[in-house]
């Protein structure tokens, strides 16, 4: 099973975890809920619904550790410790 990193709850669906995923498409980072699917796109627009997409970003999976360091969004991950 892939290694996830999370920086809240859903605060649309308030069912699943708020994931860090890489964007095949730009690269870059952004947040998906594991259950609803919405999406943003930091992890300080994540902490509402009002900044919520959909189907804006095509995922390449997971972002790694080093990828959360890379783009400075380590800071937001609640499990980044976790072994």
Request: glycine content about 8%; charged content about 25%; some cysteine.
């Amino acid at each position: 099973m892939a290694r996830h990193y999370h920086v809240g709850w859903c605060p649309f669906c308030n069912q699943g975890w708020q994931v860090v995923v890489r964007d095949r498409n730009t690269h870059g980072l952004f947040i998906r809920c594991q259950e609803c699917l919405s999406e943003w796109d930091s992890p300080e627009a994540a902490k509402g619904r009002k900044l919520a997409v959909f189907q804006k970003h095509e995922s390449e999976g997971y972002a790694t550790r080093e990828d959360l360091l890379a783009h400075s969004w380590d800071q937001y991950v609640e499990n980044l410790g976790d072994a």
